[in-house]
C-alpha cells in the first residue's frame, strides 16, 4: 500500500514559508538587538576623549536583507557633532553595493578618522568583540547552529 497524501501542496507551501518568514522575523529582531547593544557600548564607554560629539555621532548601524535597508538606528547628535551624522549615515550607504546577499549587520563610526583612533584608542573594536559573542549565543537559542 503506497503512501499518499492527502493534504494539498499549496498548503504545504504555505505553512512552509509562513514558518520561513517567522524565523526571519525573529533573526532580524535578533540582528536589531546586537546592533543596538554594539552602538550602546561604543557610545557609553569611548577610549577617546570626545572634543566636538562627531565621532561618537557617526557611530550607528544598518541591517541589510538582499542589499535592501531593513533597520538602521544610531547617528543621534553628540555636542555639536552634525558632521558626524551626516557623515556615519554616508559611509553607511557607500557599504551597502557590498553586502547584496543575506542578511547583514553593519555597524559602523563613520569618520574619516575613526580608523585611525581605533588604532590608539577603542572606537569601535570592544562592539565587535560583544558582537562576536552575543550574536552567535543568540543565534543558538533562535535553534540555529553555529560553528
Known sequence: MPIQQKTPQTLIDEYLAKRLKEREA?????LEYAGVLCVREAKLNPGYIDQTGNLRSSIGYMILKEGRVVS????????????????GQNF???LIANNQK??????VAGMNYAAYVETRRNVLKKSELLAEELVPKLLRQLGFKVQ
Do not use: A, N, W
Open 72 to 87: 538602521r538606528s544610531g547617528f543621534h547628535q553628540e555636542k555639536d557633532g552634525d558632521d558626524g551624522v551626516r557623515e
Open 102 to 107: 543575506g542578511l547583514v549587520l553593519i555597524v
Open 26 to 30: 525573529k533573526l532580524i529582531y535578533m
Open 92 to 94: 553607511l550607504k557607500s
